[in-house]
T-cell receptor
């Protein structure tokens, strides 16, 4: 089973550029999430979705956007990249009482 | 707001030692608790999931317990090995199927 797949694994952006981080899961989970992890820090929730067509903000949503057109896909969009968005981004999915499954992460550097 | 604290922040032990990692939380109204392992530069690997109706879970040399009334969870690792060296993260699922993470315990097991 592929689980949660994130692309790309690494990316360098210039300030002001935009990009989309892709996330796909093949477990038919209803819930999907985007977290960011800064060095030496815990994970912070950016956005989450409880099902196709439904998204909501987490703790740190500013500068990001998401969409959930299908159960499988949950892309994260950065419109105007800033140095403060340099981080490692993790996508995850879950189903009630079955725990969370995380992707391998996208390491983003904004210069 | 749920706050999760993991103690100690770092731990270094000789191979073969039994050890305990601690996780405390402020709001006992949780659904599930999940322990993860994170290797440097890698994603999160799920170790154990304790559902809200359970008090402990075991997998191999790992045992996790949950005491909601006291706001505590412990992860017990028996007969530690160098391959256990990683950061261990405690995460609580609260209402809305959202995970709140502690900042982790960085474990080093010396040969």
């Amino acid at each position: 089973n592929a689980g949660v797949t994130q692309t790309p694994k690494f990316r360098i952006l210039k300030i002001g550029q935009s990009m989309t981080l892709q996330c796909t899961q093949d477990m038919n989970h209803n819930y999907m999430y985007w977290y960011r992890q800064d060095p030496g820090m815990g994970l912070k929730l950016i956005y989450y979705s409880v099902g196709a067509g439904i998204t909501d903000k987490g703790e740190v949503p500013n500068g990001y956007n998401v969409s959930r057109s299908t159960t499988e896909d949950f892309p994260l969009r950065l419109e105007l990249a800033a140095p403060s968005q340099t981080s490692v981004y993790f996508c995850a999915s879950s189903q009630t009482d079955y725990g969370y499954t995380f992707g391998s992460g996208t390491r983003l550097t904004v210069v | 707001k749920q706050e999760v604290t993991q103690i100690p922040a770092a731990l270094s032990v000789p191979e073969g030692e039994n050890l305990v990692l601690n996780c405390s939380f402020t709001d006992s109204a949780i659904y599930n608790l999940q322990w993860f392992r994170q290797d440097p530069g890698k994603g999160l690997t799920s170790l154990l999931l304790i559902q809200s109706s359970q008090r402990e879970q075991t997998s191999g040399r790992l045992n996790a317990s949950l005491d909601k009334s006291s706001g505590r969870s412990t992860l017990y690792i028996a007969a530690s090995q160098p391959g256990d060296s990683a950061t261990y993260l405690c995460a609580l699922e609260t209402s809305g199927s959202r995970l709140t993470f502690g900042e982790g315990t960085q474990l080093t097991v010396n040969p």
